[in-house]
């Protein structure tokens, strides 16, 4: 990969049970974290799993923690507030909010992959009043106003 478009992110481990955010394909977004403590998810039930780690982010850059594809699909987990979000100034642990949304209790082992983190370069931005604002084609359609088809 280009050294241009890498980053450094400064990992901490905090437990034993920590494990460096790996990709599952060379070309993955996503890399995969993992549990650092058994958790038992009910069926509506949510938790905030630890992954042990803490991150230094570069400025500019935060990191968006999103759903497994499989999780979802399989057992009906996902990320509550997905993406959650890592600010560059967070030094905190990585805790993911799972929550089970299917008709079985998910068990979690130490070392499960439960979510992918994605690092993503934000532009700083500056919010202003204004008066009115430029029209466009689409206006204030929102919400299913396209239709299905």
Do not use: C
């Given at each position: 990969?280009?050294?241009?478009?890498?980053?450094?992110?400064?990992?901490?481990?905090?437990?034993?049970?920590?494990?460096?955010?790996?990709?599952?394909?060379?070309?993955a977004?996503?890399?995969?974290?993992?549990a650092?403590?058994?958790?038992a998810?009910?069926?509506?039930?949510?938790?905030?799993?630890p992954?042990?780690?803490?991150?230094?982010?570069?400025?500019?850059?935060?990191?968006?923690?999103?759903?497994?594809?499989?999780?979802?699909?399989?057992h009906?987990?996902?990320?509550?507030?997905?993406?959650g979000?890592?600010?560059?100034?967070?030094?905190?642990?990585?805790?993911?909010?799972?929550?089970?949304?299917?008709?079985?209790?998910?068990?979690?082992?130490?070392?499960?992959?439960i979510?992918?983190?994605?690092?993503?370069?934000?532009?700083?931005?500056?919010?202003?009043?204004?008066?009115?604002?430029?029209?466009t084609?689409?206006?204030?359609?929102?919400?299913?106003?396209t239709?299905?088809?």
């Open positions: 990969m280009d050294e241009a478009m890498m980053a450094t992110v400064l990992v901490q481990q905090l437990s034993v049970e920590a494990q460096l955010p790996e990709r599952a394909s060379a070309l977004a996503g890399w995969d974290l993992r650092a403590a058994a958790v998810l009910a069926p509506g039930g949510r938790a905030l799993v992954t042990g780690l803490a991150v230094a982010l570069p400025p500019g850059y935060d990191l968006q923690i999103r759903p497994r594809s499989g999780l979802a699909l399989r009906g987990v996902t990320v509550l507030n997905a993406p979000t890592i600010d560059p100034d967070y030094r905190g642990e990585v805790k993911v909010l799972l929550i089970n949304l299917g008709e079985a209790l998910f068990h979690i082992a130490v070392g499960d992959r979510a992918q983190a994605v690092l993503v370069r934000h532009v700083e931005a500056h919010y202003q009043w204004a008066e009115s604002l430029p029209l084609q689409r206006g204030g359609g929102g919400f299913g106003h239709g299905v088809r």
